[in-house]
């Protein structure tokens, strides 16, 4: 399945969100992500970035997509983050 | 079609942005609203985030779809924003 997932943490989680989501899915944007993943992978990512968040501050969306037939996507200003572009950080 | 709008802005441009996003989508996460739109409705939202946007420091991320039958949502965290919240502005 396809899964975006953007997260809005507090700063202080911002980087251990981040590398939790690069390990399963690619940066597009800045609090966004996205890829194709196995059910059991998205568990996995699923259970990490709950660990790694304060639920009473954080707050992670994530749009599954059994198909991407009917997406498409569009961008303005900043093009997709290119992977080694990690100076925010 | 069915429109999720992220966005990753410049602070200062933040309250601009969302007052547009608004106007047309519902806000249910701080940086990320959805809903149905006509394309011309979704041509005008895009427009007028276009002219809010500084496209050297700001990236906005729109997914269309076609259909939502192969989509499902699942969040962490905090709930989707009531659109009375807005005391972060």
Redesign the interface.
Known sequence: MYV?M?Y??NVKRVVKVLKIGRKYLEH?????LEGELSPAQYKKL?HE??KA???????????????T???????????SRPEQETSFL
């Open positions: 975006i953007v809005d943490v597009v944007q800045n609090s966004v699923k970035v709950s968040i304060d639920p009473e501050e954080d707050a992670v969306r994530f749009y599954l997509l059994r198909s037939r009917y997406l498409s996507t569009e961008e303005l200003g900043l093009p």
